[in-house]
């Protein structure tokens, strides 16, 4: 098709705007109601990420508070000495350092959704 076709084409089919109250009432509703399904949006939006961010903190002193505690009480590691204990226990003094990765994952986490701004 050519340009002139397609705009003739939407010269022809434009709609016809009548000076009915109705039709104007109606298209003001229907705006409102498009405002409130973007509040409702924003909204939701705000809650999401307020609920995120709790989940990180919460997540990160949760975390902190066992660290530290494990560190404070060690337990007796003679009382554990058999089966998956056992197994757990090598594999946790061996990789204890390595836990240190999702809290600092999750602080990292914490500042990118803190620096972004919606």
């Not at 010269?11 to 009915?20: A, K, L």
């Not at 997540?59 to 003679?78: E, F, H, N, Q, R």
């Not at 058999?82 to 757990?88: K, T, W």
Request: aromatic share 8%; with cysteine.
């Amino acid at each position: 098709m050519k340009d002139k076709d397609i705009e003739s084409i939407l010269r022809d089919s434009r709609p016809q705007v009548r000076d009915n109250p109705a039709f104007l009432l109606e298209v003001q509703q229907k705006m409102r109601a498009v405002e409130g399904i973007k509040n409702e949006v924003d909204m939701q939006r705000r809650y999401g990420r307020t609920a995120l961010i709790l989940a990180l903190v919460s997540g990160l002193i949760v975390g902190a508070l066992a660290m530290s505690l494990a560190y404070l009480y060690p337990i007796d590691t003679t009382a554990i000495s058999d089966g998956v204990l056992s197994d757990i226990r090598v594999f946790l003094e061996s990789y204890k350092w390595y836990l240190l990765l999702p809290i600092a994952g999750c602080a990292i986490s914490l500042g990118v959704i803190f620096a972004h701004k919606t």
